[in-house]
């Protein structure tokens, strides 16, 4: 069975940190470029960050850059996005997806909460 499993959403204070985790099942992930996006209320879904199959390709949006980190590792088929000195604006539901050509595989959602 194919599966994408999300963890570590949650409340944070503004400036705290969270790392989300997402662990694939029924496919290797080294295989795949791998990403994260979120979809706030009221707007579209949008990307946050990808890391390419092979290390040598990796994108932040403008909005994340210098606070948040993708990385994966292969031993765990997991995949991971630390945030760090989060604001209120990152608020959103943060999905992890893997993919060749298109983003095939998507995580089920995790609730991220910036408030004081």
């Known amino acids: 069975q194919l599966q994408f499993v999300e963890s570590g959403g949650g409340l944070v204070q503004p400036g705290g940190s969270l790392r989300l985790s997402c662990v694939a099942s029924g496919f290797t992930l080294e295989n795949y470029a791998i990403g994260w996006f979120r979809q706030a209320p009221g707007k579209e879904r949008e990307g946050v960050s990808c890391?390419?199959?092979?290390?040598?390709?990796?994108y932040y949006a403008d909005a994340v850059k210098g606070r948040f980190t993708i990385s994966r590792d292969n031993a765990k088929n997991t995949i991971y996005l630390q945030m760090n000195n989060l604001k209120p604006e990152d608020t959103a539901v943060y999905y992890c997806a893997a993919g060749l050509t298109g983003w095939k595989y998507w995580g089920q959602g995790t609730q991220v909460s910036v408030s004081s």
């Open positions: 890391l390419s199959s092979r290390h040598n390709g990796t």
